[in-house]
């Protein structure tokens, strides 16, 4: 049974840097592009990053560009989410998905976790 687990979440002040991660379990990692998204109270889910299967290839969204980095670990099973010079609009929870390609379309994937709570306040 596939499953996404993400952790890493919390409550920190604009500025600051928080990583996320992603744990897989029940298939293998190296054969999926993951994508992580984002969706806050009252907005639809946006697509923030995700990385290919190989890991060769990384897309952004404009908004967290230059800020995030998406990396990843298949030994570990697991794919991360590195933010800095967090913003309070990148306040909202945060889930991880698998698919077949790296894409920014929530519509592209089927299979996602339960999501960690990211929060910006000063």
């Known amino acids: 049974q596939l499953r996404l687990v993400e952790s890493g979440g919390g409550l920190v002040q604009p500025g600051d840097s928080l990583e996320l991660s992603c744990e897989v379990s029940?298939?293998?990692?190296?054969?999926?592009?993951i994508g992580w998204f984002r969706q806050a109270p009252g907005k639809e889910r946006e697509g923030v990053a995700c990385?290919?299967?190989?890991?060769?290839?990384?897309t952004y969204a404009a908004s967290v560009k230059d800020r995030f980095d998406i990396s990843r670990n298949d030994a570990k099973s697991t794919v991360y989410l590195q933010m800095s010079s967090l913003r309070i609009e990148d306040t909202a929870l945060y889930s991880c998905?698998?698919?077949?390609?790296?894409?920014?379309?929530?519509?592209?994937?089927?299979?996602w976790g339960q999501g960690t709570q990211v929060t910006v306040s000063s």
């Open positions: 029940g298939f293998k990692l190296g054969n999926y592009a």
């Open positions: 990385v290919s299967a190989n890991g060769r290839t990384a």
């Open positions: 998905t698998a698919g077949s390609v790296c894409s920014l379309r929530p519509g592209s994937y089927r299979n």
